[in-house]
């Protein structure tokens, strides 16, 4: 069995694999869904667009699922504090979520144009509204979160909805939207052909150019951004006590990490480099290749923010001291290390299956294919 404070640091970078996973996957899902009314300019076209995803993109919700489980079983007051003072915000990717699973499944069940152009705007915002969400909840962790403890830490939230959507945050939000429509545009280029592919290029070359200015707008204003950094010694072995320690708030804390590893510059040219590489790879049509440029801008842009606030989780504005860290926010020993063997067992399981399940619905998604399966098809 591991010591605790190894197991903090693999369920650090076990919540960090299942969110990129969750980017990686869900993300192309929901791509394709905000592109959805833009690079399909007809029913049959639109048609199309669906059915790249439309198989499997319920099975790839397991990812959100299950990251979100890792973080209600190893990180509980992160998940209580984030629900409470994200609750909002929470609900309004829910609600957005809610459009996907009606709207694959009714869609194309009446011809009537109204109700399917209907269906398309719903499949659009359920695509287009968690990324942009997403972004904006990590712009706030970057800049703090207004909450605090008491003596029995109970959490407090102390901030408002409004106070959520604040420049740097939009601005993350901007580049969280536009890497997922990027990713789903590379993989929607894959998948199609003729005109929608065409179309589906342009979308994804066009969001890339956007996240990586966004990105490295974002990356700049961080240096100037009042960061966190734990000013008294921390037992990373020990119990978790998130009022145990001190925190103290400074210009350029979030640049700490990379002044003392180097290598973890690594990490943002990967976000930008991937991005570019895939924009090129898809005015080549080298689609596949392009699609794995952009889940490693992925990694990059999603590792960038894990390097910038390591050990930080979910710093707070309003108490410093009470801020969350990957040494104080976590489960006992024993239920991270049971976690740990069930993620060992049932991680590659999952990648197994989804593995199979992609090899067998690979191909091209044609007009044809879908008048063919008039009554089968999405």
């Not at 990590?138 to 109970?154: H, K, R, T």
């Not at 589906?200 to 707008?217: D, R, W, Y």
Request: hydrophobic content about 55%; charged content about 10%; proline content about 5%.
């Amino acid at each position: 069995m591991f010591d605790y404070e190894t197991l903090k640091l693999i369920w650090w970078l076990l919540v960090g694999v299942l969110l990129v996973g969750f980017a990686i996957m869900d993300g192309h899902d929901m791509g394709v869904g905000t592109l959805l009314p833009f690079v399909g300019r007809s029913d049959i076209e639109r048609r199309v667009v669906i059915n790249t995803v439309g198989p499997h993109w319920d099975g790839n919700q397991v990812w959100f699922i299950t990251g979100g489980g890792a973080i209600f079983a190893a990180w509980p007051l992160v998940y209580a504090t984030a629900f409470s003072g994200f609750y909002w915000a929470m609900l309004a990717v829910l609600w957005a979520l809610f459009f996907r699973p009606v709207g694959f499944d009714y869609r194309s069940k009446i011809h009537n144009a109204t109700w399917r152009s209907t269906w398309d705007w719903g499949l659009f915002v359920g695509g287009a509204v968690p990324p942009v969400i997403f972004g904006v909840a990590f712009g706030n962790l970057l800049q703090g979160v207004p909450f605090q403890f008491d003596d029995y830490l109970i959490s407090t939230y102390t901030g408002s909805f409004w106070q959520l959507l604040n420049p740097f945050a939009l601005l993350a939000g901007v580049v969280s939207s536009a890497m997922i429509t990027m990713h789903g545009g590379a993989y929607l280029a894959h998948r199609t052909e003729g005109v929608v592919q065409a179309r589906a290029v342009k979308g994804a070359i066009g969001a890339g150019l956007v996240m990586v200015l966004g990105f490295v707008a974002a990356g700049i204003w961080l240096q100037w951004i009042p960061g966190f950094r734990i000013s008294s010694v921390v037992d990373p072995a020990a119990l978790p006590n998130p009022l145990g320690k001190t925190v103290v708030r400074e210009a350029g804390a979030w640049m700490a990490n990379y002044a003392a590893q180097p290598l973890l510059w690594l990490l943002p040219a990967l976000g930008v480099l991937g991005a570019l590489a895939a924009a090129g790879l898809l005015m080549a049509r080298r689609t596949l290749t392009a699609f794995v440029c952009s889940s490693l801008a992925i990694v990059g842009v999603i590792g960038t923010a894990g390097a910038s606030m390591f050990p930080f989780v979910m710093p707070s504005s309003t108490m410093p001291a009470a801020s969350l860290t990957v040494w104080d926010s976590v489960s006992s020993h024993l239920t991270l290390g049971i976690m740990f063997w069930a993620t060992m067992i049932f991680m590659p399981l999952i990648v197994l299956y989804t593995s199979w399940a992609y090899r067998v619905m690979r191909g091209k998604v044609t007009a044809a294919y879908i008048r063919e399966n008039e009554h089968g098809a999405y």
